[in-house]
C-alpha cells in the first residue's frame, strides 16, 4: 500500500478512479508517537463488530455507547470477519501503550489496558462521514505518552459544581488523554467532601451567603446564599467513573491556609478561637489551622484516613500554599511548639505540619503532594512538588530529588484571559495566557541535567473559580487550551509543532461544538495580518472550526447584526481611521464568537 503519511491529504478523487470512499484527515490531538496514514479507509456500519478481551470490556462498552450515541450505531459482539473492531491486551506494551492498525483486517488496537483505552479514543477521533457513510482511513499507529502525569484540576472548592458536571469534565479531559484529575474540595469559600467524624465541615462549612462576582469585594456580592457538597457515596460513584476513563483522582484538602471554611465549622482549631464565618470574597486570609493545637494534628489525620478511604489512587494533595503567619507568630501554642521541637521559625513550623502530613499519609500508603510552598522550611522526602509560582520551585526539588508536576500560572492558569481584548472576553482575575503561549511549554527547562528531568513526572493545568460561576464559563477557560496541554503531556518534544497543531485544531473544535462544549472560539487565522496596499487593505480569513462562517463588516458596524458572509479574501478601500473590519465566527451549532477585529500585519 502506498503511504500517504501526511494526514492533509484529503483525496477526492476524480470520476471514473472513485475510490470506494474518500480518503479522510487523520486530524489527532494529541499528535500520536508514530502515524503512518495509508491509502484506503474502513467502513463502519451497523454490520461492523465489536470484540474485546475480557479485561477490556468496560472499554468496549464505552465505545460501543459512543458510537450509539454519536452515529446511532450498536455494533455486535461476537466474530464479524474483517469487518470487527478488536480490542486486544497485549501484555508487552509500556504503560499506557497501544497500536492502532486500520486496514483491510479491519481495526485492531492492542496494548496495556489503558493504552488499549488511549487507542479508542484515537478511533473516535479518527471516524469519519463521508458520502459514503462513516468511515475510518487506514493507519497505523504506534503511541504511548511522554509523561505519565497529564493534570487538570478544578476549583470546586471555591465554587460548587455538581456530580454531573464534574463526570463531564472527567469525560472529556480523557478524551484528550490527560490522566489526573486534581480535585480541589477545599478552600476558604467551601468545604466540599463528606468527612463522617466531622459533620459541621459540610453542615456549615460547605455554604456561604453571597459570593463575589466581580472585582469589588463589598459592590459585587450577589447575596445568594451558594453551596454543596460531595457525598461519600457520590465521591466512590465520581472514582469508579474516573477510573473507567483511566482518570486517577489527586484530592485536595488545602492546609494549613485556605481553611476558612474549616474554622468556620471548627473555631477551636484556630489560633484564636474565633468565630469565623466563610467567607464570601476571596483572596489569602490572615486566619489558618492553628499548628500547635494537638486537636488540629487529629483532626488533619482524621481527614486523612477519611481521604485515603474513599480515593485509591496513590497521591493526595494537601495544599500548603498561602498560609500567613503572623497567627502563628502571636500564638502562645504555636510557639511553644516552635520552642520544643527546636524549630527556627513559622516557617520551620508549617515544614513540620508537612513533614507530618508526609509521614500520615505514607502509614496509610498514600504519598503527598503539595504546592510549591512546601519547600520553605524543608521539603519532606517523598512529597511531590506541584510548581505553580513559576517554575522556580519545580526547579529547586528537581534538583532535590523530589517528583515535579510543572504547573507554572503563567503558562498553565487558565482561569487567565485568552485575549488581550478584554471586552471580548467574560470577566476574569487578571493574567494572560492564549493558547499558543500554552503550547509552546516545555517542561525540560534548561537549567536541569538529563537525571533531574527525569523527576519531572509531568505538568499540569488549573481551572480556579474565583470569577468562574458556571459549567458553560469552566469550559470557555479550559478549551480549547486543554489540547494544547494534552500534546505537551503526551507528544513527544520532537514532533511538537504549532503549526500541525493549528491544523490539525478545526476537525477537534469541530467536534466539540457536536459534543455541546462552549469553548472559546479562537479567532480565525489571518485575523492579525490584514494587509495595507496603498488606499486599500486586504486579508485572508480561515476558521479554526471545521464547517464554521465568518460574518463581518468594513465599516466598523456590529457583524453579529450586519455582518457579511466571508467567501474570499477581503479587498476593501481602507477606512479613514485605519483597518476597520470585524468578524465573528459562527460555528455549525449556531453558536457565534465574540466580536474580533482584525488588524494589520505587524512589520517583520
Ligand atoms: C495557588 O494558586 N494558590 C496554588
Ligand atoms: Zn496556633
Known amino acids: 500500500m502506498k503511504c500517504l503519511r501526511n494526514w492533509l491529504l484529503v483525496l477526492i478523487c476524480a470520476a471514473g478512479s472513485v475510490p470506494a470512499i474518500a480518503q479522510l484527515p487523520a486530524a489527532l490531538i494529541p499528535e500520536p508517537r508514530e502515524i503512518e496514514v495509508l491509502e484506503g479507509s474502513f467502513r463502519l456500519s451497523q454490520s ?54 486500520v486496514g483491510e483486517d479491519g481495526v485492531t488496537i492492542a496494548g496495556s489496558p489503558a493504552g488499549v483505552f488511549y487507542g479508542t479514543q484515537t478511533l473516535r477521533q479518527l471516524i469519519g462521514q463521508t458520502n459514503d457513510g462513516l468511515a475510518v482511513p487506514y493507519v497505523f499507529i504506534t503511541d504511548g505518552p511522554r509523561f505519565g502525569y497529564r493534570g487538570l484540576m478544578l476549583d470546586c472548592g471555591r465554587y460548587f459544581y455538581p456530580v454531573e458536571f464534574v463526570k463531564q469534565y472527567i469525560d472529556l479531559m480523557a478524551s484528550y488523554k490527560l490522566n489526573r484529575f486534581h480535585w480541589h474540595l477545599t478552600e476558604d469559600a467551601g468545604w466540599r467532601v463528606e468527612i463522617k467524624k466531622y459533620p459541621e465541615l459540610t453542615r456549615i462549612g460547605a455554604w456561604r451567603g453571597s459570593t463575589q462576582r466581580g472585582p469589588d469585594p463589598v459592590r459585587d456580592q450577589d447575596r445568594m446564599p451558594h453551596g454543596g457538597f460531595y457525598t461519600q457515596e457520590q465521591i466512590r460513584d465520581v472514582v469508579r467513573y474516573a477510573a473507567d476513563r483511566n482518570v486517577t483522582i489527586v484530592p485536595e484538602v488545602d492546609l494549613p491556609g485556605h481553611t476558612m471554611s474549616v474554622l468556620a465549622a471548627y473555631p477551636e482549631l484556630s489560633c484564636t478561637g474565633g468565630p469565623f464565618a466563610v467567607p464570601t470574597t476571596w483572596g489569602i486570609k490572615e486566619d489558618v489551622l492553628c499548628i500547635g493545637n494537638e486537636r488540629t494534628i487529629a483532626f488533619v489525620e482524621d481527614v486523612l484516613t477519611e481521604l485515603a478511604e474513599l480515593f485509591p489512587g496513590g497521591l493526595i494533595h494537601i495544599g500548603g500554599d498561602e498560609a500567613p503567619k503572623r497567627r502563628w507568630h502571636e500564638c502562645p501554642k504555636c510557639q511553644a511548639l516552635i520552642a520544643q521541637k527546636g524549630l527556627k521559625d513559622e516557617h520551620g513550623l508549617q515544614s513540620y505540619f508537612i513533614h507530618h502530613l508526609q509521614r500520615f499519609a505514607a502509614s496509610k500508603g498514600r504519598e503527598i503532594m503539595g504546592w510549591d510552598e512546601i519547600l520553605e522550611g524543608g521539603l519532606a522526602p517523598g512529597a511531590t512538588v506541584m510548581s505553580w509560582r513559576g517554575e522556580q520551585g519545580g526547579i529547586e526539588a528537581a534538583r532535590h530529588g523530589n ?202
Open 48 to 101: 461492523t463488530g465489536l470484540r474485546a478481551d475480557k479485561a477490556l470490556a468496560r472499554t468496549a462498552d464505552l465505545l460501543g455507547d459512543y458510537l450509539t450515541a454519536t452515529y446511532g450505531l450498536r455494533l455486535k459482539g461476537g466474530a464479524a470477519g474483517k469487518n470487527t473492531i478488536r480490542l486486544v491486551v497485549d501484555r508487552n506494551a509500556g504503560d499506557e501503550a497501544y497500536t492502532l492498525r
Open 403 to 604: 517528583p515535579v508536576v510543572m504547573a507554572p500560572n503563567h503558562y498553565f492558569y487558565f482561569d487567565y484571559y485568552q485575549s488581550k481584548d478584554l471586552a471580548a472576553e467574560p470577566f476574569n482575575i487578571w493574567g494572560y495566557v492564549p493558547l499558543d503561549w500554552v503550547y509552546s511549554y516545555e517542561p525540560y527547562g534548561r537549567e536541569l541535567t538529563p537525571e533531574q528531568c527525569r523527576n519531572i513526572r509531568g505538568v499540569q493545568a488549573n481551572v480556579w473559580c474565583e470569577f468562574i460561576h458556571d459549567e458553560d464559563k469552566v469550559l470557555y477557560m479550559a478549551y480549547p487550551r486543554v489540547l494544547a496541554l494534552s500534546e505537551i503531556c503526551w507528544t513527544p518534544a520532537a514532533k511538537r509543532d504549532y503549526g500541525g497543531f493549528v491544523r490539525r485544531l478545526p476537525e477537534r473544535l469541530h467536534e466539540l461544538d457536536r459534543r455541546g462544549v462552549v469553548f472559546r472560539i479562537p479567532e480565525p487565522l489571518g485575523i492579525d495580518r490584514a494587509e495595507v496596499r496603498g488606499n486599500r487593505v486586504v486579508v485572508a480569513l480561515e476558521p479554526l472550526v471545521r464547517d464554521a462562517r465568518i460574518y463581518y463588516t468594513t465599516d466598523g458596524s456590529d457583524p453579529m447584526v450586519y455582518g457579511k458572509l466571508y467567501t474570499g479574501q477581503i479587498d476593501v478601500p481602507l477606512a479613514f481611521d485605519g483597518v476597520n473590519i470585524q468578524c465573528v465566527v459562527r460555528l455549525p451549532s449556531g453558536r457565534s464568537s465574540a466580536i474580533y477585529k482584525v488588524t494589520p500585519r505587524e512589520k517583520e
